[in-house]
């Protein structure tokens, strides 16, 4: 996600560049730097939980109006840097803490169960195969270790 919102960050860079140039829309760098600052914010995020919050406090304000030529190229990088923050902002939520509990705790429930079953199952699996003298693919293999290591 680091790179990606750096990549992000140069599209506004991009974008910075236009607004430069001598029929650029200047009066857009001041909202332009604004929303690459808070992309190299969340670059810098130091865990995801803190990346998720900077997801939710993203602001996009309004581009100040300017007769500049130049202004829909620069319009348009802004647009497309604003989709996809927007995007990451309804995809990443973090849950409530007590729901996170909650999930938490019947999850493992739930895995301690499934090793339970599994457990039981390769105990019976082991006794058929006992009561009935056969070789599974697994036991031939460790039945042929065997023979090699004790001669």
Do not use: H
């Not at 604004?34 to 304000?61: I, M």
């Not at 030529?69 to 990088?77: N, T």
């Amino acid at each position: 996600m680091k790179s990606r919102l750096e990549n992000l960050s140069l599209l506004y860079e991009d974008a910075l560049d236009l607004c430069r140039e001598p029929k650029g829309p200047i009066e857009y760098e001041e909202r332009i730097l604004e929303e690459r600052d808070q992309c190299l914010a969340l670059a810098n995020a130091e865990n995801l939980e803190d990346l998720v919050r900077g997801l939710e406090s993203l602001n996009f304000g309004r581009l100040k109006s300017t007769k500049s030529e130049g202004k829909e190229p620069v319009k348009s990088l802004r647009e497309r840097g604003k989709k996809t923050l927007k995007t990451w902002q309804e995809n990443y939520r973090l849950l409530p803490k007590e729901l996170e509990e909650e999930v938490e705790e019947k999850g493992k429930k739930r895995i301690l169960e499934l090793v339970r079953l599994c457990l039981l199952f390769l105990e019976r699996y082991q006794k058929e195969k006992e009561e009935r003298a056969v070789l599974d693919f697994f036991g031939l293999g460790a039945f042929c270790v065997e023979a090699f290591v004790s001669g």
